[in-house]
């Protein structure tokens, strides 16, 4: 399976299925501390860890997946805004932004340090779920929205105002969308994360339908993430507990591994900010 994860697959039919699951991950589900920390495959770059604090308006990026210091930490855009990630000039690596869902709109940064927004773009419903993702694999991160009322993906295949090029119903009220390269064929594709069964859904392509892969991971009051955390082009899941402050990554049954970064009420944050 692309997905490289010892997880059961779930057929689907027309309703979704889900396995409630509470508390703690299961023995055979927990990343243990012990387990040797994943290598990024040789000329690959990983996805790694970072966080961002919204009582200063910093982000914190770490160029590895292990315990430390940040490599950079980075003040941009409004203190009541939400924190993302992507490669916006198609350079190789991930740069931040700031999504306000107040106004609906999305500013930019081309590299990873302090200074105005290179791009601002209003685009979606105001009060969004912010989405980014190569949607059409050619090498660029362009912005997209969720609306959690409607349950719909609105994506753009440029940083630039203008109608959605893809429209997509997914989901049920109360899911968190996220986005991946599930199988590895170059274009990120959408999925989502059921708090309630701490179930992730994802889809292989940009369209409506049944999910292809269902995967349980994960704790209550855990907040999904996704990433290439071991650089092999497969983009794979894992969870950051805030009580814990800890990010919970997910490759297969021998490489989960945990690693701590970050203070209480900092966000996740998480990409590809150097390159191997």
């Not at 993906?153 to 119903?169: A, E, V, W």
Request: charged letters at 20%.
């Amino acid at each position: 399976m692309a997905l490289k994860t010892r997880l059961a697959r779930i057929s689907m039919g027309a309703a979704l299925l889900f396995v409630a699951i509470f508390g703690a991950c299961s023995k055979s589900e927990q990343p243990a501390a012990n387990r040797t920390r994943p290598q990024s495959s040789p000329g690959k770059t990983p996805t790694t860890i970072g966080v961002y604090r919204p009582s200063n308006g910093t982000f914190y990026l770490r160029n590895s997946n292990s315990l430390g210091d940040p490599d950079m930490a980075v003040p941009f855009g409004p203190r009541d805004g939400m924190p993302l990630a992507g490669d916006w000039n198609g350079t190789g690596t991930a740069k931040i932004g700031i999504y306000k869902p107040d106004e609906g709109i999305f500013y930019l940064r081309n590299t990873n340090s302090a200074g105005d927004a290179d791009v601002t773009v209003p685009f979606g419903p105001k009060r969004s779920v912010p989405i980014v993702g190569d949607w059409d694999g050619n090498g660029t991160v362009t912005i997209g929205a969720y609306d959690p009322e409607q349950s719909v993906f609105y994506l753009r295949n440029s940083n630039s105002s203008g109608k959605p090029d893809l429209t997509i119903l997914y989901g049920a009220k109360g899911d968190v969308p996220l986005v991946g390269d599930w199988d590895g064929n170059g274009t990120v594709t959408i999925g989502l994360y059921r708090p309630t069964a701490s179930a992730f859904y994802l889809r292989n392509d940009n369209s409506p339908g049944s999910p292809d892969l269902t995967l349980v991971y994960g704790a209550n009051g855990d907040m999904p993430l996704a990433g290439d955390w071991d650089g092999d082009g497969i983009t794979t899941i894992g969870v950051y507990r805030p009580n814990e402050m800890m990010f919970y990554l997910h490759n297969s049954e021998s490489s989960d591994f945990i690693v701590r970064l970050g203070g209480a009420g900092d966000i996740p944050i998480v990409g590809k900010w150097a390159k191997n």
